[in-house]
């Protein structure tokens, strides 16, 4: 499987972003989907995840509210729409997968999609 984010860019705070991520190849073998993200000299955090039929989702406590993800399986794609955004956002933002097949399992990286809110 791979894993390709989109819609990155720069924004000012309290503005808008839909990042997006598409994949392709054994897409039968994916089960939950998330969404993460990297600051500078920063550990990669969990921002959200959301089950394989999209019907149970979790945040991070800095996000809730403001940040929804979504997902088509019938497009193969999931998203993530971000408002009210902040400075503190500013990060790169990696699209993840859980691969399971019979007794495999893989756990699917994006390449990431720089998000940069200005103040």
């Known amino acids: 499987v791979q894993l390709v984010e989109s819609g990155g860019g720069l924004v000012q705070a309290g503005g808008s972003l839909r990042l997006s991520c598409a994949a392709s190849g054994s897409t039968f073998s994916i089960k939950a989907m998330g969404w993460y993200r990297q600051a500078p000299g920063k550990q990669r955090e969990l921002v959200a995840l959301?089950?394989?039929?999209?019907?149970?989702?979790n945040y991070a406590d800095s996000v809730k509210g403001r940040f929804t993800i979504s997902r088509d399986n019938a497009k193969n794609m999931m998203y993530l729409q971000m408002n009210s955004l902040k400075p503190e956002d500013t990060a790169v933002y990696y699209c993840?997968?859980?691969?399971?097949?019979?007794?495999?399992?893989?756990?699917?990286w994006g390449q990431g999609t720089q998000v940069t809110v200005s103040s």
């Open positions: 993840n997968a859980d691969l399971v097949d019979g007794d495999y399992y893989e756990d699917c």
């Open positions: 959301i089950t394989s039929g999209g019907g149970s989702t």
